[in-house]
């Protein structure tokens, strides 16, 4: 038993090698420039990829590591998936015609809870929470509730992983983030 379990860990390992999910919560820009300027928690994370590359398995492996399992400290990375107190997984197109993220998490995500529930969760910890936002280039069209989150103009201190096709996001939107990763 217990050998079989030693196999399982060393094969997840190599399986693993390839890229830690969890890595993407650190800061990754530009090869050349310096390390200093780096935000180590960056706050705006873009995942670009073609499609098939993985983005949507990305964020649907990240909400299911932190919904259904615990950490077992072996995530490599600091901050990993669990060390937020809430996630928030939507696609773009679900922000679409939204005037309030509480609104739309409660539409698309807690249809049980009334709206006060909502905002109270969303607005507890507004620095440990991450919204993964999936599909920018399929949800970005009149998305108004999607640039303010971009910008920080509302949840300006919650983390927000957003994937996308490569060069949907432009300037001046695609300057709010401060880390990006392509898959
Ligand atoms: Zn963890």
């Not at 990993?80 to 015609?97: E, F, M, P, R």
């Not at 069209?141 to 490569?166: E, M, Q, W, Y």
């Amino acid at each position: 038993m217990h050998n079989t379990f030693n196999k399982r860990a060393k094969d997840k390992r190599i399986e693993k090698k390839e890229f830690g999910q969890d890595e993407v919560f650190v800061s990754h820009r530009d090869e050349g420039s310096s390390s200093a300027k780096k935000p180590c928690n960056p706050k705006r994370i873009l995942v670009e990829g073609d499609p098939g590359m993985g983005k949507t398995t990305l964020c649907q492996d990240l909400a299911f590591r932190w919904a259904r399992q615990e950490c077992t400290g072996e995530c490599k990375c600091a901050p990993c998936v669990h060390s937020w107190y809430v996630v928030i997984y939507l696609t773009a197109a679900d922000l679409q015609g939204y005037q309030d993220i509480h609104s739309a998490v409660k539409d698309h995500l807690l249809s049980d809870c009334d709206i006060d529930q909502v905002k109270k969760a969303l607005d507890f910890c507004e620095d440990k929470t991450l919204f993964i936002i999936d599909s920018f280039d399929e949800g970005h069209k009149d998305n108004v509730l999607l640039r303010d989150l971009i910008k920080g103009k509302v949840h300006a201190n919650a983390t927000l992983l957003l994937t996308s096709r490569p060069n949907y996001l432009q300037d001046p939107l695609k300057k709010h983030f401060q880390s990006g990763v392509s898959l």
